[in-house]
């Protein structure tokens, strides 16, 4: 069983910044792929960030790119993590992060495993 948990949400004004984490624990992989996705209310989850296994093949979102910064570390907290800067109102949103076992680091909706989300608010 894999179990991804987030952390790092939050209540910050715009152009604050915020540092989401995921850690993954339970079974394991040789190699895969971690991504954060998001939920705003009323509206469809949408990809924000994807990176490989070695961390080579890193993707982000246009309404992202310049502004988050997605990074992992597997050597010893199998963690994720997603530093968001100049954070804006319509970043708002519930954020999942996820987990592909094929290491495939894309955009699309393939992902295996999902953790329960943090709450990201940004006030204006």
């Known amino acids: 069983q894999v179990q991804l948990v987030e952390s790092g949400g939050g209540l910050v004004q715009a152009g604050g910044s915020l540092r989401l984490s995921c850690v993954h624990s339970g079974r394991t992989f040789s190699s895969y792929a971690m991504a954060w996705f998001r939920q705003a209310p009323g509206k469809e989850r949408e990809f924000v960030a994807v990176?490989?296994?070695?961390?080579?093949?890193?993707?982000y979102a246009d309404s992202v790119k310049g502004r988050f910064t997605i990074s992992r570390d597997n050597a010893a907290r199998n963690t994720m993590y997603l530093q968001m800067n100049s954070l804006k109102p319509e970043d708002t949103a519930v954020y999942y992060c996820?987990?592909?076992?094929?290491?495939?680091?894309?955009?699309?909706?393939?992902?295996?495993?999902w953790g329960q989300g943090t709450q990201v608010t940004v006030s204006s």
């Open positions: 996820a987990l592909d076992q094929y290491n495939r680091a894309t955009p699309g909706d393939m992902y295996d495993y």
């Open positions: 990176i490989s296994w070695g961390g080579s093949r890193i993707s």
